[in-house]
C-alpha cells in the first residue's frame, strides 16, 4: 500500500514539473517566430480535427438518409405498381366498353338504321340440344317482343323469335334444319326458299329448276313473302350450284352472311306478325 502511494505522489510531481517547464518555456519564448507559427496553425489544426471526427457522423447521417430514400422509394414504387394495376383494370374494362359501343355503331349503321322500330339485344345462352339452333335473347314482351319478330345483325339476317317471355326470348336461327326462309337473287330477282341445313354455316335451296339463272356469288334477300321478315335483308352468298342426276332440278348451297355463332348483341326488327299481337294485348289491357 505505501509503495502504491508512493508511486502516485511520484508520478504527480512529474506532471507538475513538466507543466511548470512547460509554463516557462512558452514565457521565456513567448516572442519566437516557432511559437507564433505554431499558435497561427492551431485554428487550422482544430478545423481538420473537427473535420476528421465528423466524418464518421456525416456518413452515419447520409447512410440514413439513403435508407430513408431507399424506403420511400420502395413505397412509392409499391404505390405506382398498385395504381397501373387499377389503370389496367380499368384500362380492359374501357377496351370492352370501346369494342361494345363499336357493335352498337355496326349495327346501328347497317341498313336496318332507317327503320325505327327495333330493339338491341344481347344473347345470353346457347341452347344444348345440338339438333337445334335456338339461342335466348335479354329481351320480351316488356320490351316490346313478340313472337315473329325478326333478329338480324350488321351483316345480315339471324333468325327469327319463337318464344317470347316477358324478359327473355327464344330466337331460332336460320340455319335450323326445321327454318325455311323466303329469299330472291338479288341480281335477277329469282325466287325461292332457303333452309337451314343444321350447319351454322351452310344454308341450301332446294328444287329450283335446272334452267334457272344463279351463279356462285350471288346475293340472297329476304323477299318478304309469307308477311314474317320484311324484303331487302340480305341472307346468303351463293357458294355452289348442283344440278340433279336427271338434270331436272338444280340445288344451291349458300354460306350465312351473318356471323352465327360469334354474335353477342343483335337487333330485333318487329314483324307484323309481332306487331298484331302488340296490338292484341294492348286491346285486352285497354277493356281491363
Known sequence: MTTLFTNYRWLGAKLTVAALLSLTLLFVFRDSKAVSYVESLGPDITEV??????????????GLQL??????????IAELESENIVLKARGQRLEALLAENRRYRALLNSSIASDPDLTVARITS??????????????GKTHGIYEGDIVINAAGVMGQVVTAGRFASQVLLISDASHG??????????????????????????????????????????SGLGGRFFSGYPVAT???????????????????????????????????????????????????
Do not use: C, F, M
Not at 67 to 76: F, I, N, P, T, Y
Not at 210 to 221: C, H, K, P, Q
Open 49 to 62: 480535427v473537427d473535420s476528421v471526427l465528423g466524418v464518421p457522423s456525416a456518413i452515419g447521417d447520409r
Open 67 to 76: 435508407v430513408e430514400s431507399k424506403a420511400e422509394l420502395r413505397e412509392r
Open 126 to 139: 346457347v341452347s344444348p340440344d345440338i339438333q337445334r339452333h335456338l339461342v335466348t335473347v335479354d329481351r
Open 181 to 222: 326462309l323466303p329469299v330472291l337473287n338479288n341480281r335477277t330477282g329469282l325466287r325461292g326458299v332457303i333452309e337451314g341445313t343444321g350447319r351454322l354455316d351452310r344454308l341450301v335451296i332446294r328444287n329450283l329448276a335446272s334452267t334457272a339463272d344463279i351463279v356462285e356469288g350471288d346475293l340472297l334477300v329476304t
Open 238 to 288: 351463293v357458294t355452289e350450284t348442283r344440278v340433279s342426276g336427271d338434270a331436272a332440278y338444280l340445288t344451291v348451297w349458300a354460306d350465312p352472311l351473318a356471323d352465327l355463332d360469334l354474335e353477342s348483341h343483335v337487333l330485333i326488327l318487329h314483324s307484323e306478325q309481332g306487331e298484331s299481337q302488340a296490338a292484341q294485348v294492348d286491346g285486352i289491357a285497354d277493356i281491363q
